[in-house]
């Protein structure tokens, strides 16, 4: 799919009617060739961004950040530790903005949202038997309405990567539209709260292919996604550069064809302020500035907030701190 | 906006002497007749440095140098010493890069992330490609070594080779003519392009590094009277070219009736063919990169798009978004997607074609860009309207100008892509595998890429059909062109 013009926007509604027409059309998408589009993602690795750019980014990544832990071990008090820090990322700096979102298990959600209250960090939690998918819908809306009644104004969920895979794409479209329902606070007995945002994520690192990539990209938008996420984190290859690529060119191309903004949010093994800054240049050259706002992009990481602050302290005072003097979560 | 900050790489890691000799038989001398010339940064026109001009006599002295150490050293060596030698220059090449990455992207006005990670690094593999041949020539297929039974002479090397290479490429062309000629045994006196000379010359500093034995290699700077006594010159034994066909026509002229060997490697004006089934946004990638790689001063550049009709809207509308993200401007800033053109003269040529372009009826389109106001600049260009008639589908324009055509079939793009005197290379993208075979049968261009463009390899034979010219450089092919088999 490639650019076309406000008038030749299509209504995609139909689409998800049946499973014939949904793989007609995902079958349709171009194809994605793997050599070429590392390639490209290699090529704006190598952009180089300093002084006053550097600075500009580093404040951009850290405002999208989505600061996250998803531990077995996560008690409340590590939880309400995160949420301080998503507030007051450098509480030595006032200056310092902060984090785009805190991302918790659903069980954890009350203890953030205590302390998120009243600001503008995003409350996401994850969600549907996250991180495998593995279990019946019911349980999955079940925990998405749990999620939103306990405070989440972000849902993150997993799709079925088995039926993606074996081709059942309307049972995980059918899926996505139910989760979508169940993040509407109203419905879940709290009225006049907002619809919770809903993120996709399509664990790219078990879909093998490119093609793949791209066809999840517009299955989950066809199905109303608002962003579509590479990972979860929990399984040896998380976002990496070109899969990001693959995601950018899918909600540029959505938009084009159907006028409906959809944001990308990679997670997962992005660590370092050089890392974020390549993923913003990314956004930059494939998809311009449109995307460049936490609303639009995002990074689901637990350690790079460190690493860009760090990076930020040296910008403003030209010494290197070590990494006792930022805070441990 | 996310504005990028200027990232320049540094300048001072190359020290660029205010004047250089000829370099003859292992050292720098003066010329004969004291002629010199400047060479200059096309992206400023500042004057880096006055080179020598070699006359007849120094051509002279030079070729007798080679011929020399032809019969006395390198000839004689065994290949296995010569590989030694060959070895070092690839690994002081490697250690050196950033230097020759800065002086190339001066001298030549291509983007120091090209120069860096294109040029110098294929420039270190052809070195080590072809000093790993060096002790092996008997049994690169020419001679009768592997088939036992046989008696066959081993193959020989042809003797001194003059080599005269382009200004698009300096030190890439230099590694293509002097690593092949070297490993089989040749010695070679090379002449670089006038506007361009200054990596050849800071090779010939390596040669010195390396021990390199005196005569060996040997450079002579000029213009077209050097390069035309070069390849006249009695004593050459095999003669390569890569340049324009016109140059290209006089030489095969000067040589025809001589003992002298000649490979060619001339123009192009090569098809991109785009199908409907084409990964797009790799496609768009390719075609972007086949024609605006190096400002487009690529011989093989894919200056023409040939688009399916069913898909031509999308892959064009996809073609100008790309093309509004590349960043023109200062060469040595790392994040310069296009340089400057390489000369005045060169600017000229591009200007007119593309107003005859224009003139003919075609629609140019560029992207907005803001050009510095000194140097030789030029806006990345598109025509569309172009047909076959045109002199933009026809000429080769050698600068970041594409003239895009469309086609119905595949017969009619096949049909279209030959329809050229030349045939150095073509771009096919289509994801069915059976398409890409079905076309590189028909095409008549040396190399034909299938969903990528622009790819070289020092194992990789290149070279061309019709006025192309003839002869493979890379690869064992490479090798022919300096043996006696």
Redesign the interface.
Known sequence: ????TTSDRSDLSELGRSEATLRAFLHGL????Q???E??AAQLG?????????A??IDLAIRMVDLTTLEGADTPGKVRALSAKALRPDPADPSCPHVGAVCVYPSMVPYAAEVLRGSTVHLASVATAFPSGQAPLAVKTADTRAAVAAGADEIDMVISRGAFLAGRYKEVFDEIVEVKAACDGAAAGLPGSPRAHLKVILETGELATYDNVRRASWLAMLAGADFIKTSTGKVPVAATPPVTLVML?AVRDFRDTTGRQVGVKPAGGIRTTKDAIKY??MV??TVG?DW?DPDWFRFGASTLLNDLLMQRTKLTTGTYSGPDYFTLD | ???????PESRSVVEIRSSYGLFINGEFVDPGDGGTFKSINPASEEVLAEIAEAGPADVDRAVRAARTAYEQVWGPMPGRDRAKYLYRIARIIQERSRELAVLESLDNGKPI?ESR?VDLPLVAAHFFYYAGWADKLPYAGFGQRPTSGHSGADPRPLGMAAQVIPWNFPLLMLAWKIAPALAAGNTVVLKPAETTPLTALLFAEICQQADLPPGVVNIVTGAGETGRALVEHDGVDKVAFTGSTEVGRAIARAVAGTRKKLTLELGGKAANIVFD??????AV??IVNGIFFNQGHVCCAGSRLLIQESVYE??L??L??RMA?LRVGDPLD??TDIGAINSAAQLDRIRELSEVGAAEGAERWSPECTLPERGFWFAPTIFTGVTQAHRIAREEIFGPVLSVLTFRTPAEAVEKANNTPYGLSAGIWT?KGSRILWMADRLRAGVVWA??FNKFDPTSPFGGYKESGYGREGGRHGLEAYLNV
Do not use: C, H
């Open positions: 799919m490639t650019a076309t171009p194809g994605v060739d050599v070429g589009a390639q490209r190598t952009r180089s961004i300093k002084t006053t750019a550097k500009w980014a060119e913003l240049v930059n050259e500035p460049l | 906006m996310f504005e990028y900050a200027p990232a992330k990670d089934d084409a990964p797009v946004d790799q990638e390719g999308p892959v509308a996809s100008k978004r993200q790392k994040n994801e969903n990528t």
